[in-house]
């Protein structure tokens, strides 16, 4: 090889190594609408990370929410997730300054997770949660749902619990297929609680996804908080502003 052949063969190898391997961004948008259709608020969501194996590996999940008020439309929260440690359980950092209501979730050690929750009025609770294999925190049931995508439009259900981190505590849930006539999506899953007790207090969660195993609908209670006693419920329809140049499902 001739000496410019060899610098820039180098140089190409170089780049190789300072990029990320097949790094990947996905990007939507939702606008949440309360159960009489009143616009709530929107969700842009901006999500980094790479492709492993040809399916990508979130990294990196921001999510600003803003007023959809025409006279008001400015972001009034944040939510930072770090997917790094597990996709399940990502590292959550949330801020509501106009209740003056914070949440972080942490792992301090892999079979614990810590709990920091700033609630409306300034007080504050931490708690203390020993971890488990099945624990899905936040969003992580995104990845839980593709993870599972093939069993899951197979008609077969996922057994899993799920951190309620303002009552420092999990729950048994159920992750499995659904039918419901007011959302329209490609395939519909729903997450209920396992408990027969809680069936009767806490309604299911219902998601849509398109044939590519992006979150297109989401209708239950949500993380963004309504006034200082209860958080919205709503329904969220999702628009996809960028894929990443792999695959969402394994």
């Given at each position: 090889?001739?000496?410019?052949?060899?610098?820039?063969?180098?140089?190409?190898?170089?780049a190789?190594?300072a990029?990320?391997?097949?790094?990947?961004?996905?990007?939507?948008?939702?606008?949440?609408?309360?159960?009489?259709?009143?616009?709530?608020?929107?969700?842009?969501?901006?999500?980094?990370?790479?492709?492993k194996?040809?399916?990508?590996?979130?990294?990196?999940?921001?999510?600003?929410?803003?007023?959809?008020?025409?006279?008001n439309?400015?972001?009034?929260?944040?939510?930072?997730?770090?997917?790094?440690s597990?996709?399940?359980?990502?590292?959550?950092?949330?801020?509501?300054p106009?209740?003056?209501?914070?949440?972080?979730?942490?792992?301090?050690?892999s079979?614990?997770?810590?709990?920091?929750w700033?609630?409306?009025g300034?007080?504050?609770?931490?708690?203390?949660?020993?971890?488990?294999?099945?624990?899905?925190?936040?969003?992580?049931?995104?990845?839980?749902?593709?993870?599972?995508?093939?069993?899951?439009?197979n008609?077969?259900?996922?057994?899993f619990?799920?951190?309620?981190?303002?009552?420092?505590?999990?729950?048994?849930?159920?992750?499995?297929?659904?039918?419901?006539?007011?959302?329209?999506a490609?395939?519909?899953?729903?997450?209920?609680?396992?408990?027969?007790?809680?069936?009767?207090?806490?309604?299911?969660?219902?998601?849509?996804?398109?044939?590519?195993?992006?979150?297109?609908?989401?209708?239950?209670?949500?993380?963004v908080?309504?006034?200082?006693?209860?958080?919205?419920?709503?329904?969220?329809?999702?628009?996809?502003?960028?894929?990443?140049?792999?695959?969402?499902?394994?």
């Amino acid at each position: 090889m001739t000496r410019t052949g060899t610098t820039v063969a180098a140089a190409i190898v170089l780049a190789a190594l300072a990029a990320p391997a097949s790094a990947g961004l996905f990007e939507f948008t939702g606008e949440a609408e309360s159960s009489t259709g009143e616009a709530l608020y929107e969700e842009r969501h901006r999500i980094e990370g790479s492709c492993k194996a040809g399916v990508f590996q979130p990294l990196e999940h921001r999510v600003v929410y803003i007023r959809r008020a025409e006279s008001n439309r400015h972001p009034f929260a944040e939510k930072r997730l770090d997917y790094r440690s597990s996709l399940l359980r990502p590292v959550v950092k949330y801020q509501q300054p106009d209740f003056k209501e914070s949440l972080e979730i942490t792992y301090p050690a892999s079979d614990s997770a810590a709990i920091v929750w700033q609630q409306p009025g300034g007080e504050i609770k931490q708690s203390n949660l020993g971890g488990s294999n099945d624990l899905v925190v936040d969003a992580g049931f995104d990845n839980l749902v593709r993870q599972n995508w093939h069993k899951l439009t197979n008609g077969e259900s996922v057994k899993f619990r799920f951190l309620a981190p303002t009552r420092g505590t999990d729950y048994a849930f159920i992750l499995e297929p659904a039918q419901n006539l007011s959302i329209e999506a490609d395939h519909l899953v729903q997450i209920r609680p396992e408990s027969l007790v809680l069936k009767f207090l806490v309604d299911p969660i219902v998601l849509g996804y398109n044939n590519k195993g992006a979150l297109t609908a989401y209708s239950g209670l949500t993380n963004v908080r309504e006034n200082a006693d209860q958080n919205h419920t709503a329904t969220i329809h999702y628009e996809v502003n960028n894929y990443p140049e792999c695959d969402l499902i394994p």
